[in-house]
Structure formats: structure tokens, C-alpha cells
């Protein structure tokens, strides 16, 4: 049996009456509760006579029913689709045909409802459910209807399907398979150090990987309990600190905690471990935190379609700027662009292989040739050196991509909204320092001839608004007469970063 929740639920027996999740106000669900609520969820999914490998797509805030529910699909065979909260009526629509779902579970306040995006021709089944676990998903439980039995699944059946954008500003649908994450799980439970006692703060969302898998996955297996919060909110993250042992987050996380009055060390007297990933943790970010708290911020590295790559070690070096070495039985590589491999401290391509390598894009099998070399291993996109001790460094990205507050912002997406706007020629988006975000997005535009006196950066922003999540949209458009463009006649985003850089200090250039 390779399905995921077996793996869980062997570790849950002996330790049922442990508290699962505990809530920002204070309910808190046991294991036992996880059993019973995921089996009864199932019972409702498997009366609409769904298969292996049926899509169910989901939209919902974050709530233990809305865990329950990943871990009912996962027993069932179904593939869990989650979705940004933030997502458009626009983006969900390409994600609907795309994904063709059997059942969508979503928030009341959803696009998906509020814009009447399922017509009844597709004969999608519509259930909902809020971000206080209500809704008509959870109704109809009874303790009566119970779905015990968990779905044989395969190492290479897909469990999820997390959607990335990509260069060309279509987004792909990422399968991740049961052995992706059974593998990723087992090993970063054991090399964190987890155990039955610890608490882990989960303030991340979990429509996306690092909340999703890396700490949750960590959690089931150690049947640890969790301090559950809807968000990350710092004072709210520093009330339920005392009670923790370790925090996952983006490096915002680690800033904002920094710069706050209230983080001491009565706070963080229990912590054993502070976890960063999905983006860059500044030096300065680490050697503060360092000093303040006696803590340095373990980093690790992944990305959606390889879950976790590396880590610094629990016990050993922990090398700021570095994000630590491969894990166990994960190989990675640095290649020349002619796909020579290079020596230890040359900078090339990171390429990865291994079992936490994802199973393809949904649908698209010349998009997934693309991204692997002929001898099968994945190019991450992302630019680094391995040293002598086989540390990571990562020192940029091939891929156009923003990382902002941790969330992926894939300019050519944004670029192509903002070409179509009216009056506008062309456009760049970059990403520039921000102090909170490390990256923040920002837009450059040229406007057609004649009609530079049009510009209007704030009704861009609005319509831009109505079409992307937020944390997508340019915080500042900037007009200028001429993108700088090379021989290729592609445009050099370098020198614009270098140009707008302080764009976030110097707030008051925008327009
Ligand atoms: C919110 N906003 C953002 C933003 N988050 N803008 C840019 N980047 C972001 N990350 C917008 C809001 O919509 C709002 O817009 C304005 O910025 C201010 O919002 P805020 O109140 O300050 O933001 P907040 O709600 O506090 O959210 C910030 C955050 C959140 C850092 C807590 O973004 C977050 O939880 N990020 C984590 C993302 C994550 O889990 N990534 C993992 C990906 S997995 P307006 O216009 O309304 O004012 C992955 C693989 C791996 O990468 O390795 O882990
Ligand atoms: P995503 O597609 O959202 O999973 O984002 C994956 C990308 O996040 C990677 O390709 C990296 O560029 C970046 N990333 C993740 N962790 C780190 C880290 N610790 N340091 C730098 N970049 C990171």
C-alpha cells in the first residue's frame, strides 16, 4: 500500500487521544477527531460515485475541516487540487477547464459561487465550505456514515495537483505523486528532528506547498500537535509562541518577528527550531535573528515540483546564505548551459533528481520534456554552486520569476494584462528590493505614441486587481519612453531592477 494516508494513520493508533490541531481560540481536534472527521468527509466525497485520479478542487480559507477534506481525498485516491484564496474569477476559470474536477469545494464568499463560474452543462458537483468548518461539505456528517477503507495507490499515482505559472505566463499544474510526498515526509521528519512532543506554530497557508506538505506532512508523522492560526498575523504568531517548539515560514516571517517590540525571549523560551524556506533569508536577516535569539533559522530549499531538495543540517553547520546540502537520497547538480556538469564552486543550473521529483505537468507532456535533461533529471530554473562540503548556494534564478512574501509572481502572466491595456505599448515587470516582501513587484510601461498623457497607474492597478490575486498585482507602474532592449530585441530587466531598485524607499516617484 503506497497510498500517503496509510502511512499517516499507521502512525495515529497509539496516539489517538493527542491534540491534533489547536485553534487561535482554542478547539482543539485530537487525532482521533482527525479519523473520524476524514473518514465521515470520505463517506460524503464517495457517495458522488467518484474514481482514482478524479480531480477535486478546492478553494477554501484555512480550518482543520479543510485538512480533513485533503486527507479524505488522499484515502480515496482522488487528486486534491488546492487553490489560492486570492485567485480571480479569471484565474480559477482557466484552472476549471483545465482540470476538468469531478466536485469544487469552496468558500461561500468564493468567485466560484459569487460569479457563477460552474455552469450546469460541466456537471461539476458544488459543495461549500468556510473558514469556520461550515458549510454543505460538513452538514450532512454523521458518525454513522463512515468511509473506513483507504485506496490502493501506487508511488506514481498523483495525489496533488499544485498549479505554478511558468515564462510563458500559463499556468501548469504540478502532479505530485503519494511517493513524492511519502518520501519527502519520512525524510524531513527524521532530519528535523520531529518528535510527539513538539508543537509546531502553523501560520502558512495551505494551498501550497510549504504548508501544505513540508509542515503539516512533518506533523502527521510525528503525530505531534499544531497551534493552528488562519494566517500569519505577528502579534497573534508571538501570543501562541510561548507555547511552541517550532516555526515553519518565509523569510517575511523571521523580518517581521525581528522588528517587533514584543518578540523577547520569554517568547521563544521553548522554541528548539525556526524553519525558513521558499525564498532567500537575507544574511542580515539570519545574523540578526542570530544575535537577538541565539537561534540561527534553519534554511532549507524546494519548490513545487520537487517538494523539499536540501537542508542545513539540524545538528552540525547551519551556513547562512547557504540553504545546506541535498537530502538524503536526492541527488543535485550544477550544469553549464551546454549541460557539462561543473566542478564544486562553479556556478551553473541546479538540477535535481530523486524520489520527491514530481510525476509531470497535468496535461502537458512537451512542457515536462522541456524541463527534464535526457538522463532524467529536473532543471529547477534557479542558478547556485555546490561547495566543497556539497553546501547549496543559490545566487539567482534563470527563470523570470518574482518571489514575493514567498508567493511566485511569473511576470510575462502580468505582462500580458497590462499589453492588452488600453493606450499601452509594452511592458516589464520586476521585482526590487522591498523591505518587507524581499522582492516587491513593480511595472514599467511605454505608452503608445501620442498618448503618453493618458497614463493613469491607478485604474491600471484597479483593472489589474479584478484579474490576478493581489500579491500578483505591481505595487507601483512606472511610465518611460523606451524599455532598454538588447541585440536579441529582448528587454534587459537588469537594468531596469538597477534603475527602480529603491523604488519601495522612494515611494513618492510612483507615477
Ligand atoms: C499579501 N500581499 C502581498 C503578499 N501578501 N503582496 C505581495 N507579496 C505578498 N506575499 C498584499 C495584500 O494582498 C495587500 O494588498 C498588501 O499586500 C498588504 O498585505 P499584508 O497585510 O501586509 O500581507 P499579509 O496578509 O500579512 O501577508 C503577507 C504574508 C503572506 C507574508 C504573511 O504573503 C504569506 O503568508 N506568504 C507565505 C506564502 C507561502 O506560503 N509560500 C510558500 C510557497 S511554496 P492590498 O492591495 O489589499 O493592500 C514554495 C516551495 C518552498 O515556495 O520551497 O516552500
Ligand atoms: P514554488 O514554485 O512556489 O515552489 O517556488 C520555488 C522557488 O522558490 C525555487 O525554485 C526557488 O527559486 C525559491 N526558493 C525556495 N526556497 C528557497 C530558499 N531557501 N532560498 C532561495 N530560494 C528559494
Known sequence: MSNLYALFEERFSPNLTQSFIITKDNRTYSYQDLLSSTSQIAYILNSYKLSKGDRVIFQVKKSPEAIFLYLACLKLGLISVPLNTSYTASEISYFLDDIEPSIV??????????????????????????????GSLIENLSNDACHESIVDTQVNDTACILYTSGTTGKPKGAMITHGNLASNAITLHQIWGFSKNDILLHALPIFHVHGLFVALNCALLSTNTMIFLEHFDVDEVIHHLPKATVLMGVPTYYARLLSH?????????????????????????????????????????????????????????????SVGTALPGIDVRITADDGRILAENETGNIQVSGPNVFNGYWRKPDKTKEEFTDDGFFKTG????????????????????????????????????INDYANIEESAVIGVPHPDFGEGVIAVVVMEPGKKEEFDATTLIKFLK???????????????????????????????????????ERQTIAN
Not at 469552496?106 to 469556520?132: A, R, V, W, Y
Not at 547556485?384 to 514575493?404: A, C, E, H, P, Q
Not at 490575486?469 to 538588447?486: C, E, G, R, S
Open 105 to 134: 469545494i469552496c468558500d461561500p464568499e468564493s468567485p466560484i459561487i459569487k460569479e457563477n463560474l460552474l455552469t450546469d452543462q460541466n456537471q461539476i458537483h458544488l459543495l461549500t465550505l468556510d473558514g469556520s468548518g461550515k
Open 261 to 321: 517590540p514584543d518578540f523577547t525571549a520569554s517568547t521563544y523560551k521553548n522554541m528548539r527550531l525556526f524553519i525558513s524556506g521558499s525564498a532567500p533569508l537575507l544574511k542580515e536577516v539570519s545574523d540578526n535573528f542570530f544575535i537577538k535569539t541565539g537561534h540561527r533559522v534553519l534554511e532549507r530549499y524546494g519548490m513545487t515540483e520537487t517538494v523539499m531538495i536540501a537542508s542545513n543540517p539540524l545538528n552540525g553547520e547551519r551556513v547562512p546564505g
Open 382 to 417: 534557479d542558478v547556485g554552486f555546490l561547495n566543497d562540503r556539497d553546501y547549496l548556494t543559490i545566487i539567482g534564478r534563470s527563470k523570470d520569476l518574482i518571489i514575493s512574501g514567498g508567493y511566485n509572481v511569473y511576470p510575462k502572466e502580468v505582462e500580458n494584462l
Open 466 to 504: 479584478q484579474h490576478l490575486a493581489n500579491y500578483k498585482v505591481p505595487k507601483f507602474v512606472f511610465a518611460i519612453d523606451k524599455l532598454p532592449i538588447n541585440v536579441m530585441g529582448k528587454v534587459q530587466k537588469n537594468i531596469l531592477r538597477d534603475r527602480f531598485q529603491d523604488a519601495f
